[in-house]
């Protein structure tokens, strides 16, 4: 499975954005979706995530109301609707992908089994 994140840019604060990840390859549906960002000199830290067949979505307290995770099955593919953007959410996206869709795990990069190549989020002050 490959996947392949994009839709990052420079955007001002208050702005919106939309990434997408493309998926190749069978089963995305049974795939559980996450997004993970990492600003410089920090780690890498859970945005949100979706379980395969979309009915539970998951998300960080930081983005909770302003980051919607979506996916289309048909277009083996998964969104993450930025709204509101705030400078503290400029960093590099990088979508992931667990195939065993353990949603227990979804809120760690352990719990994910590829990963996307990440796509850079500015948000300007």
């Known amino acids: 499975v490959q996947l392949q994140a994009s839709g990052g840019a420079l955007v001002q604060a208050g702005g919106c954005l939309s990434l997408?990840?493309?998926?190749?390859?069978?089963?995305?549906?049974?795939?559980?979706m996450g997004w993970f960002r990492q600003a410089p000199g920090k780690e890498r830290e859970f945005v949100a995530a979706?379980?395969?067949?979309?009915?539970?979505?998951f998300y960080a307290d930081s983005v909770k109301g302003r980051f919607p995770i979506s996916r289309d099955n048909a277009k083996n593919t998964e969104y993450l609707q930025m709204n509101s953007l705030k400078p503290e959410d400029t960093g590099v996206y990088y979508c992931?992908?667990?195939?065993?869709?353990?949603?227990?795990?979804?809120?760690?990069?352990?719990?994910?089994?590829?990963w996307g190549q990440g796509t850079l989020v500015t948000v300007s002050s």
């Open positions: 997408s990840c493309a998926a190749s390859g069978r089963a995305f549906s049974s795939y559980a």
């Open positions: 992931a992908g667990d195939p065993l869709d353990r949603v227990f795990l979804s809120r760690t990069p352990e719990g994910y089994a590829y």
């Open positions: 979706i379980t395969g067949s979309g009915a539970s979505t």
